[in-house]
């Protein structure tokens, strides 16, 4: 194992989600994991720990679907990350599978498969679905998955913040083609419809599944579509750059200010030597 002293030893995150001051339940989720070869350990909202010991999977959803649906879809989606992922762990260091790519492209089909098979099965399931987007940390790799309009974004140890995954509806991709500014894309009025979830009646779904180097000082925001709603890319490039404790609330409690009109969930992620 490389130890320079570039090598990122050290994570330290926080998380926060809120119903907001407009829905009844709350459809979001977020999940924090320590994972070793024995199994996968529950982090708590607010803390830091040694990444040469452990990886660390980090994972926010947005659920969907009538009545409860939505709020019972993003919880299967995270705690079906707590049950796949470590076997998939164990796999991986054994040499069995071919690295982390294909450990996500298994764990989104999992998870899609379980929220068609409800949503198929119960009809107070029908059409329940959810976004993913999930981080998963080692000593130089952050690698990430994704399906839906919840965001991870990256702000390097220098240079500006950067949207890492791509919004799966039309919007977005009009945003990627240059078509609408952000303001444009925020404000229209399709911006929710997603093209592409887990579960939600999709017969196929493929998730973007990517990587990025591990450099001390970088530091991740994985959120759902409440916080983005209510806050700009600056001010959340801004927010991350705050070191005083509990980043992921301080965004939460100002998306709900600017917006307030959907569930908030934000989870924050620093890489430290």
């Not at 919880?75 to 069995?96: C, D, N, W, Y």
């Not at 229209?188 to 599944?209: D, F, S, T, W």
Request: negative net charge.
């Amino acid at each position: 194992m490389n130890s320079s002293p570039l090598t990122v030893r050290t994570l330290a995150w926080s998380g926060q989600t809120d119903c907001g001051p407009v829905r009844k339940n709350n459809e979001d989720s977020f999940l924090g994991l320590a994972i070793d070869a024995t199994g996968a350990q529950y982090l708590g909202t607010i803390g830091e720990a040694n990444l040469l010991e452990n990886d660390f999977v980090f994972a926010v959803s947005d659920g969907m679907g009538g009545a409860m649906a939505g709020e019972f879809a993003s919880r299967i989606a995270v705690e079906k990350v707590t049950r796949i992922i470590p076997p998939l762990f164990r796999q991986r260091a054994a040499g069995i599978t071919s690295g982390f790519g294909d450990v996500l492209l298994e764990l989104f089909a999992e998870i899609h498969r379980a929220l068609l098979y409800l949503g198929s099965s119960y009809e107070e399931c029908a059409g329940m679905g959810a976004t993913l987007s999930l981080c998963w940390f080692t000593p130089g790799w952050m690698y990430f998955g994704h399906v839906g309009d919840s965001r991870i974004y990256f702000l390097p140890p220098e240079g500006v913040i950067k949207q890492v995954t791509h919004d799966d509806t039309h919007v977005g991709w009009l945003y990627r083609k240059g078509d609408l500014n952000e303001r444009e894309a925020k404000t229209h009025p399709r911006r929710n419809v997603l093209q592409k979830a887990l579960g939600a009646g999709h017969r196929y779904v493929e998730p973007q599944i990517g990587a990025i180097s591990l450099e001390p000082g970088s530091r991740f925001l994985l959120c759902t579509d409440g916080v983005t709603d209510g806050l700009y890319d600056a001010r959340l490039d801004d927010a991350l750059r705050d070191d005083n404790g509990a980043i992921a609330k301080r965004i939460v409690q100002a998306a709900l200010a600017a917006s307030g009109r959907d569930n908030a969930t934000a989870l924050v992620v620093h890489a430290l030597t």
